[in-house]
């Protein structure tokens, strides 16, 4: 299974972005859906994560401000993000947690990451 993220750019301070994640490859269920960033010199930390059934839980940092969302017809999550600050610039993961079959344990899985760049 492999996560493929798009979207990420470079925005102006109060500007808006779009990310995107879908999974290909053989799996029976996308179970949860996230995002995580990481900033220069920082760890990885989470901004945000959707369940099958469309639960949602956010970083205090980005609430009101990010949505996460997801189609589960195309296994797709999305994070909007608006009111863009410079303190939201790192490079954002996708994450999924998959059930390969369908009595499978739910296996981790992470995309390429995607560069968020917002300048003030």
């Known amino acids: 299974v492999q996560l493929q993220a798009s979207g990420g750019g470079l925005v102006h301070f109060g500007g808006s972005l779009r990310l995107s994640c879908a999974p290909s490859?053989?799996?029976?269920?996308?179970?949860?859906m996230g995002w995580y960033r990481q900033a220069p010199g920082k760890q990885r930390e989470l901004v945000g994560t959707i369940t099958i059934g469309g639960t949602t839980n956010y970083a205090d940092s980005v609430k009101g401000r990010f949505t996460i969302s997801r189609d589960n017809s195309k296994n797709t999550v999305y994070l909007q993000m608006a009111s863009l600050k410079p303190e939201d610039t790192a490079v954002y993961y996708c994450?999924?947690?998959?059930?390969?079959?369908?009595?499978?344990?739910?296996?981790?899985?992470w995309g390429q990451g995607t560069q968020v760049t917002v300048s003030s």
């Open positions: 490859g053989s799996f029976f269920s996308v179970v949860t």
């Open positions: 994450n999924a947690g998959v059930r390969l079959g369908r009595w499978a344990d739910i296996s981790d899985y």
